[in-house]
């Protein structure tokens, strides 16, 4: 199995490690093509305005001045154009990518680019909290667990057009309670907040984050399965049509 690996946290980072570790598990066949830069919060952009660049750092790794979209581009339509793979895997993450943060992310949209150009694709991130700060980030719990995830979800019958978000919580292995699939949640962007500094010549900028907040969490969804322990598995679509408003609103006569 020839599988790609990509990522929004940039081609030097610590989870695509872990992620190259998880892969080979399946196959040898693999091939990384990563942003050169940290891209997170990249969504589902790609460049347009300024040409792309490619570095191979070392045999079947690939950095490109672009995003996480641009670099499964040019996976599959550059550099393994002649070598299609398999599947592709993105992330895995520093942080979870849960609730509304699949709208905003760039591991997301990275598996969300192979689904579009019909390979089977699947997202993987590792949680991590308040209380864990980025250099404690439990990077065995998605190296012990992500394989057999993956041989699980691999096993299943999921058509191409289906991205699975795994998101693995934020504790040590043995304390994971085990796998729950699960609904996207919905957070409280209460916890979204805007930090306002000031440089040294006096003028302002300012840093968007995330402050600690409790939330009502609904059983079932994302949100409710890492507050659990659990891993949660999200089958997600690119199809953001609103079904329930379609159908109500369907009959409405727009001439009027």
Known sequence: MRILLTNDDGIHAD?????????????DDIWIV?????????????????????????????AVQGTPTDCVIMA??????????????????RGHNIADDVTYSGT???????????????????????ETNRSGIHWSTAEAYGPKVLKTLLDWDVPASTIMNVNLPDCAPDRVIGTRLTRQGKRDQDTLKVDERVDARGRAYFWLGFQKKDQVLV????????????????????D???????????SMDFSS
């Open 15 to 27: 989870g695509i490690k872990s992620l190259e570790k998880i892969a080979r598990t399946f196959s």
């Open 76 to 93: 599959l339509r550059h550099i393994m154009k002649d070598e299609r793979p398999d599947l592709v895997l993105s992330g895995v993450n």
């Open 240 to 250: 953001l049509t609103d079904e329930r408003a379609f159908s109500q609103y369907k």
């Open 219 to 238: 059983e079932g969804t994302d949100l409710w399965a890492l507050s659990e322990k659990y891993i949660s598995v999200t089958p997600l679509s690119v």
């Open 34 to 62: 990563a942003p050169e830069t940290d891209n997170s919060g990249a969504s589902h952009s790609l460049t347009l305005s300024d040409p792309l660049r490619i570095r191979e750092v070392s045999d079947r790794h690939y």
């Open 108 to 130: 997301v949209a990275g598996a969300i680019e192979g689904s579009l150009l019909g390979i089977r694709s699947i997202a993987l991130s590792q949680a991590y909290g308040f």
